[in-house]
C-alpha cells in the first residue's frame, strides 16, 4: 500500500524527501557497511542537489545506480549520469567511482546487458537485486524509468535490465530497470511536485489506472509518494 505524504510546498517536499533517505542510507549502512540508491533524472536532480547536503550520513558507503539512463556519451545534455555529475558532485563529497555507470559506447543492447554486470558486483547474481532506495519518476504520460504505456518492456519478468531503441521520448536509445527489480526495492520514493502532474497523479492513486508509474507496487517494501499541494489537489493523504 503507497503511502501519500503531501506536504505545503517544494521545500518542503525536499525536506521529506532528504530524511527518508538519510534513515534509510543509515540502516542500510549500519547492517550492510553500504547504501545502494537508484537515480532518475528530471526535476529530482535538483531536488537532491538542494537537499542532501543537509543530512548527516557517511557518503563514502554511498553508491549510485540509475534507474534508467540514456545511452549517449556523459557529456550529452541528455546523459543522467551527466547530469547529477555537474550538478551533484562538489556540493556532497562523493567521487565518480561511486556512480556505477553505463558504457555509453556501447548498443542499447549490450549497454544493458554490461550493467547487469556491474551491478551483479553488488547484488548476488542468483536472486533479484534489492536495491535500499529507489528514487522514481512520472511523465506526464504515466511512464517511470523507461518504461511507457503499452510497451513490450511493462512484460519483462526475469532481466534486471533491458534496453529500447524505441523510447517514445528522446533520445531513442536506453537501458531501464524492470518490475521484478523495481517491485523487490526496501523503499520507492515519487517525489512529484507541480500543479502540471496533478492530473496524471489522480488518474494513477485515484483512479487506478493500469499505468507503468502505477504498476510499482512493492512485493516487500515502503512506496511513498510525496507530493506538495499544488501536484496533489486530486488525492488525499494516506
Excluded at 531536488?47 to 556523459?74: H, M, N, Q
Excluded at 551491478?119 to 536495491?131: E, G, H, L, Q
Excluded at 524505441?166 to 518490475?179: A, N, V
Aim: glycine fraction near 4%.
Amino acid at each position: 500500500m503507497a503511502k501519500v505524504l503531501v506536504e505545503k510546498d517544494v521545500p518542503s517536499a525536499i525536506k521529506r524527501l532528504v530524511n527518508i533517505i538519510q534513515d534509510s542510507a543509515n540502516d542500510a549502512i549500519s547492517s550492510d557497511d553500504v547504501f545502494k540508491i537508484g537515480l532518475s533524472g528530471g526535476s529530482l536532480i535538483n531536488y537532491l542537489a538542494e537537499g542532501l547536503p543537509t543530512i548527516t550520513t557517511d557518503w563514502s558507503k554511498w553508491r549510485f545506480f540509475f534507474c534508467d539512463e540514456r545511452v549517449v556519451p556523459f557529456n550529452n545534455e541528455e546523459s543522467t549520469y551527466g547530469v547529477y555529475k555537474m550538478h551533484l558532485m562538489g556540493k556532497i563529497p562523493i567521487t565518480e567511482e561511486q556512480f556505477i555507470k553505463i558504457n555509453p559506447d556501447l548498443s542499447a543492447e549490450a549497454a544493458a546487458k554490461d550493467y547487469i554486470k556491474k551491478m551483479s558486483v553488488y547484488f548476488p547474481p542468483d536472486s533479484i537485486p534489492k536495491f535500499d532506495v529507489l528514487l522514481l519518476g512520472l511523465g506526464p504520460d504515466g511512464h517511470t524509468c523507461s518504461l511507457f504505456p503499452n510497451h513490450r518492456l511493462l512484460e519483462e519478468t526475469s532481466v534486471w535490465v533491458s534496453s529500447l531503441n524505441d523510447s517514445p521520448k528522446i533520445p531513442p536509445s536506453r537501458i531501464t530497470l524492470t518490475f521484478p527489480v523495481i517491485n523487490n526495492a526496501k523503499v520507492c520514493i515519487f517525489t512529484i511536485t507541480g500543479e502540471a502532474k496533478a492530473d496524471i497523479i489522480k488518474r494513477i492513486l485515484k483512479d487506478k489506472e493500469n499505468l507503468p508509474a502505477a504498476r510499482v507496487q512493492l512485493s516487500n517494501g515502503e512506496l511513498y509518494w510525496i507530493l506538495d499541494e499544488a501536484a496533489a489537489k486530486h488525492v488525499k493523504p494516506t
